[in-house]
Nanobody, 123 residues
Framework: QVQLVESGGGLVQPGGSLRLSCAVSTLTTERYAIGWFRQAPGKEREGISCISRTYGITDYAASVRGRFTISRDNAQNTVYLQMSNLKPEDTAVYYC????????????????WGQGTQVTVSS
């Protein structure tokens, strides 16, 4: 069983930045592709970024490309999501998830999920 814990959410003004962390409770983090997702009230869960297992290949949703950066530190069993130039429409609960399959922005691919961290972008 793999457990994931997100942290780093909070309230930020438009144009600000936050870094989310996803702590993965396994000594074999490199065996899992990790994805970041978000869900706003009344909306479906949206895949926003993912990073592959071995080579750290990344992908981003069009809505965040150029503003968000995903990275992983397998030695620390942690995956990060650096978010910059935040907009009010980025307000959502952010989740990280893990899969042994190929990295994807599709939620259905992922087997393990964290509890989420709230990000609110407001002045």
């Amino acid at each position: 069983q793999v457990q994931l814990v997100e942290s780093g959410g909070g309230l930020v003004q438009p144009g600000g930045s936050l870094r989310l962390s996803c702590a993965v409770s396994t000594l074999t983090t490199e065996r899992y592709a990790i994805g970041w997702f978000r869900q706003a009230p009344g909306k479906e869960r949206e895949g926003i970024s993912c990073i592959s297992r071995t080579y750290g290949i990344t992908d981003y949703a069009a809505s965040v490309r150029g503003r968000f950066t995903i990275s992983r530190d397998n030695a620390q069993n942690t995956v990060y999501l650096q978010m910059s130039n935040l907009k009010p429409e980025d307000t959502a609960v952010y989740y990280c998830a893990a899969t042994r399959m190929a990295a994807s922005l599709r939620p259905a691919v992922y087997d393990y999920w964290g509890q989420g961290t709230q990000v609110t972008v407001s002045s």
